[in-house]
């Protein structure tokens, strides 16, 4: 499961940087950037990346 969960936080890492999310959201946090008006074309949390999976999981797979 760890190898899997590297490639997915690489492909959201990727889709930040296509979008420029990452770049956006570092200058908006610095104070850089103003912030994004509220009302875009994407439900609220969309952009946020997915939780990691729990640490329960990790063990059974190594068993």
Not at 3 to 12: E, I, P, S, T, W
Not at 13 to 30: H, K, P, S, T, V
Not at 31 to 60: D, M, R, V, Y
Request: hydrophobic fraction near 25%; charge should be negative; avoid cysteine.
């Amino acid at each position: 499961m760890g190898a899997r969960y590297d490639r997915l936080k690489g492909h959201v890492a990727e889709q930040y940087e296509r979008r420029g999310r990452g770049r956006e959201r570092a200058d908006r946090l610095d104070g850089l950037a103003p912030a994004p008006p509220a009302s875009s074309s994407q439900p609220a949390g969309s952009e946020e990346a997915p939780p990691a999976p729990s640490t329960s999981e990790e063990p059974a797979d190594d068993a």
